[in-house]
Every structure is written in C-alpha cells, then in structure tokens.
C-alpha cells in the first residue's frame, strides 16, 4: 500500500495548482475567443505573432512574385445612422425619465464616438486600420527580403490595385508607406493606385448577384427567421432592460416608436430588436476605434448578449456573400474573375509574360469573403442546407476568421533556373493548404507547381 508523506503532498498540491492554472488560463483562452467571435467581420486584425516561421522554399527556388489581395484595415460606421438613431432613442427616454442609471451613461459615450466619426470621417480607416496594412506590409517584406532586392536590381514594378473607394484607397497607401519604411529604394518601382471595380469591387455590378440579394425569396423568408429567433428577441429585451426602464421598453415593442437616421435617412428603429443591434453595431465598431477613443462597450452590451446577437449579421454575411445555401453558387461564383487574375499573374511567371515583383490589391470583405468561399478556405468549405439555419453549432464557418478587418490572401511565388514555378498561399499570413483535390509537391507542403493550380483551380473561373 503507498504511503502518502509530507512530500507526496506537496507534490500533489503543485499538480493540482497547476491543473488549476491551466485550466483558468484555458477558461480565458475560451472566453476571449467567444469575445473575439461576437465581433464578427468587424474583429481587427489578428497579426500573427513576432516568431512566426514559414516554410522555406526548396532549394534553388528563388521568390520571384507575390499576389495578394486585402480587405480594407479596420473602419469607422459606413454612414452615420446606428450612432444616431441610438442618440435619438436615448433622447427620447430621457426626455420620457426612462433612462436607468447605466442608460443615463450611454448618451456620452455615444455622443463621443459620433464625434470622432465626425473628425476622422464615417466609412474611413480608424488609427488602428492605418496601422494593420501598414504593419501587414512590413511583415511582407520581412517575408520576402530577396524578392524585393531583386526587384530593385532588375527594376521589376510593384502593382498597386483598389476598388476605387475611400477606406481601400488608403489602406494602400498605408501598405506602401510600410514598404517604403522597409526600403526607401522600393519607392520608385511602386506603381501609382490603379482602380479596378470589375476585378475589387465585382459584388457591386453583378447581375446574377444583386438579384439574389434583392428578390430571392429563399434568402428573404431564412434571414426573417434568423431575427425572428427567441433567442435574439430575448438577448435584446436583456440588453434594453439594462438602459431604459420597463414601460419604455414596452412602449418601443408595442411599434409606438419610428426613428429614422439623420444621415441617409435609410434606416429605421422601430423595436426591441433594432435598438439592440444598433448597439451591438456599436459594441462591434469599438475595438476597431481603440486608438482614436477608447471605450469599454460591453457596459451596455454584455459579451454573452454580443454572442447571441451577433448570429443575425453572421447569418446576413454567410448566406449573402458566403457559402449560403447549398446548390447556390451565386454568392461566390463572382469572385472567379480575382482568382482569373490571380491565376493568370502566376502562369505569366513560366511564360515570361509577368514582368511585374507584385500585385498588391485592396477590396473589401465583399469580396473576400466569396473569394475565400470559392477556394473553399478554411471555414469557408461548406454551404448550408436550405431546410436547416447556419449557426456555429452546424457550420464551421466564423466571420471573425474569415474576413476580419485587414483579411488577405498571399500567394508567394517561387521559381527555379529551370523556370519551374512554385506556389505558397498564405490566408491571414498562415500557411494553407489548397482545396479541392490540389496536390503539392511532396506530402505535407505547403507548395504547389503553378500547372498543378491550373489543373485544380481552373475550372473554378470558367
């Protein structure tokens, strides 16, 4: 039999202590994860860390291009119309005395962060989204010294593309300043922004697209179910209830109320529902305008209520430009003309047609999120059945992951004297796997030969 000695204990009080540990530093991995998610596409961007490594390229391999395309740094509101109306529904309670004491709290905060959206400009780039492309090219170049070198030796250019708006405009400016701090050499090669909607901004002019978007009756009757969830009728009445008091929440249910936002005059508050994901529209924009002012929103927006709201613009993100319902491709089949030009940059590498070191492109989530649902990228595999609603508990798909803010996909490319041509894709700067039944070119790589992506992609863009 064992006997248990003053040591034995010691030693079995130091392993519980640190089952204790790792399982509180689990319990806050899990919660900061669950906070991370309920910010859906508007979480900022998660820089990989400092000593990231990657795989390095077979010898005699020589980088010779990158393609890349990004989603826009994190952003202020598109327009002023959730800061608003929440202004004027806390107006109206105050005015009613239906504020609570935390309610009382809100008008401030709000009433700065409309003031910041007021000097920085709505739908632009906050501090923090400057930085992120910034940042993101440092780390390009860090990644792809050689490649950029040569450039500057052989006086190959570098191709900046955008959709032509605002926030993508300047996020390619802040990329460039990143490369020029790297090297100021790599100045004269940059090209000046070049706008292309037809391959950036493609979600905007697509017949087949905007058509299912504003008249397919499928899509329509799925959404109104994901609002009409108790779930998210309840997380609402719980967010209101910590703001205004019983009897205005109940005269807003009741449909008494109709507000509409000062700034396009497009948007409506008119229930229960509304109010609450205006405010989690709030919650959401928060983290992205940490550096311009800094505000805890989850006073008035629990992290578990954010959770549970954030499951309707999920939703509207995964059916609308994602996966959405199975046999229905129309939400992603349009991102065929980005890889075409993807693609077609990295055949030109073998047939000495790409003369350029890189392209470097800067959309939206608009466009990434199809891009990443037709590539079948991580998360992005599966679309849903028309008979069952998305939700993390049947999909493994998570905007928060897909397309945060400052989302990109990197193809690095490598050839040898031989003009053999190898591929490396990069998806938010970790290394991935291609889909489908692409091969690389030895079990476990992360590289592919450009004939072998033609083969195994292709047909996607036809």
Same mark, same amino acid.
């Given at each position: 039999?064992?006997?248990?000695?003053?040591?034995?204990?010691?030693?079995?009080? #130091?392993?519980?202590?640190?089952?204790?540990?790792?399982?509180?530093?689990?319990?806050?991995?899990?919660?900061?994860?669950?906070?991370?998610?309920?910010?859906?596409?508007?979480?900022?961007?998660?820089?990989?860390?400092?000593?990231?490594?990657?795989?390095?390229?077979?010898?005699?391999?020589?980088? /010779?291009?990158?393609?890349?395309?990004?989603?826009?740094?994190s952003r202020l509101l598109s327009s002023k119309k959730y800061?608003?109306?929440?202004?004027?529904?806390?107006?109206?309670?105050? %005015?009613?005395?239906?504020?609570?004491?935390?309610?009382?709290?809100?008008?401030?905060?709000?009433?700065?962060?409309?003031?910041?959206?007021?000097?920085?400009?709505?739908?632009?780039?906050?501090?923090?989204?400057?930085?992120?492309?910034?940042?993101?090219?440092?780390?390009?170049?860090?990644?792809?010294?050689?490649?950029?070198?040569?450039?500057?030796?052989?006086?190959?250019?570098?191709?900046?593309?955008?959709?032509?708006?605002?926030?993508?405009?300047?996020?390619?400016?802040?990329?460039?300043?990143?490369?020029?701090?790297? !090297?100021?050499?790599? %100045?004269?090669?940059?090209?000046?922004?070049?706008?292309?909607?037809?391959?950036?901004?493609?979600?905007?002019?697509?017949? +087949?697209?905007?058509?299912?978007?504003?008249?397919?009756?499928?899509?329509?009757?799925?959404?109104? %179910? $994901?609002?009409?969830?108790?779930?998210?009728?309840?997380?609402?009445?719980?967010?209101?209830?910590?703001?205004?008091?019983?009897?205005?929440?109940?005269?807003?249910?009741?449909?008494?109320?109709?507000?509409?936002?000062?700034?396009?005059?497009?948007?409506?508050?008119?229930? $229960?529902?509304?109010?609450?994901?205006?405010?989690?529209?709030?919650?959401?924009?928060?983290?992205?305008? #940490?550096?311009?002012?800094?505000?805890?929103?989850?006073?008035?927006?629990?992290?578990?209520?954010?959770?549970?709201?954030?499951?309707?613009?999920?939703?509207?993100?995964?059916?609308? %430009?994602?996966?959405?319902?199975?046999?229905?491709? $129309?939400?992603?089949?349009?991102?065929?003309?980005?890889?075409?030009?993807?693609?077609?940059?990295?055949?030109?590498?073998?047939?000495?047609?790409?003369?350029?070191? +890189? !392209?470097?492109?800067?959309?939206?989530?608009?466009?990434?999120?199809?891009?990443?649902?037709?590539?079948?990228?991580?998360?992005?595999?599966?679309?849903?059945?028309?008979?069952?609603?998305?939700?993390?508990?049947?999909?493994?798909?998570?905007?928060?992951?897909?397309?945060?803010?400052?989302?990109?996909?990197?193809?690095?490319?490598?050839?040898?004297?031989?003009? !053999? /041509?190898?591929?490396?894709?990069?998806?938010?700067?970790?290394?991935?796997?291609?889909?489908?039944?692409?091969?690389?070119?030895?079990?476990?790589?992360?590289?592919?030969?450009?004939?072998?992506?033609?083969?195994?992609?292709?047909?996607?863009?036809?």
């Open positions: 039999m064992a006997k248990y000695t003053r040591f034995t204990s010691l030693a079995m009080a #130091g392993v519980m202590l640190a089952l204790t540990g790792c399982a509180a530093s689990s319990q806050a991995a899990d919660e900061d994860q669950s906070a991370r998610l309920a910010l859906g596409t508007k979480a900022t961007y998660a820089a990989p860390a400092e000593d990231v490594e990657y795989s390095k390229a077979p010898d005699e391999f020589e980088p /010779v291009l990158i393609e890349h395309v990004a989603r826009h740094g800061d608003d109306l929440i202004t004027q529904l806390w107006e109206m309670a105050k %005015k009613e005395n239906a504020l609570t004491e935390t309610g009382e709290r809100l008008g401030p905060v709000v009433a700065q962060i409309t003031a910041v959206h007021e000097k920085v400009g709505y739908g632009m780039l906050s501090t923090l989204g400057e930085h992120e492309h910034q940042k993101m090219a440092e780390r390009a170049y860090d990644r792809m010294e050689d490649l950029f070198e040569d450039a500057e030796d052989e006086d190959k250019k570098i191709n900046i593309v955008t959709s032509g708006v605002d926030r993508a405009v300047d996020s390619a400016q802040n990329f460039v300043q990143g490369l020029v701090d790297e !090297d100021k050499d790599l %100045k004269s090669l940059i090209s000046k922004p070049r706008t292309d909607k037809d391959v950036l901004y493609f979600h905007d002019t697509d017949q +087949a697209y905007n058509d299912f978007i504003d008249n397919d009756p499928v899509l329509a009757e799925t959404l109104e %179910k $994901v609002e009409e969830d108790p779930q998210i009728v309840e997380a609402s009445k719980h967010v209101l209830s910590r703001l205004f008091t019983e009897e205005f929440i109940n005269k807003l249910d009741s449909g008494a109320i109709d507000l509409v936002d000062r700034g396009k005059g497009e948007k409506h508050l008119e229930s $229960v529902v509304d109010a609450a994901m205006y405010l989690y529209e709030l919650y959401v924009i928060a983290p992205g305008m #940490g550096e311009d002012y800094q505000v805890d929103f989850s006073e008035f927006v629990t992290a578990d209520d954010a959770l549970v709201l954030s499951r309707v613009s999920e939703a509207e993100d995964f059916y609308e %430009k994602g996966p959405s319902i199975a046999g229905n491709d $129309v939400t992603y089949k349009m991102a065929d003309v980005l890889l075409a030009d993807m693609l077609d940059a990295v055949a030109g590498v073998r047939e000495g047609k790409t003369e350029q070191a +890189a !392209d470097f492109r800067f959309a939206h989530a608009e466009e990434i999120i199809p891009l990443a649902a037709l590539l079948k990228l991580p998360g992005s595999e599966t679309a849903q059945p028309a008979d069952t609603l998305f939700s993390y508990d049947n999909n493994a798909w998570r905007g928060a992951e897909v397309a945060p803010m400052g989302a990109n996909i990197q193809w690095d490319v490598f050839a040898n004297d031989d003009q !053999d /041509v190898i591929v490396r894709m990069l998806y938010n700067e970790k290394e991935t796997a291609f889909g489908f039944d692409c091969k690389p070119i030895e079990e476990g790589s992360f590289f592919y030969a450009d004939t072998e992506l033609e083969r195994c992609l292709g047909d996607l863009t036809k």
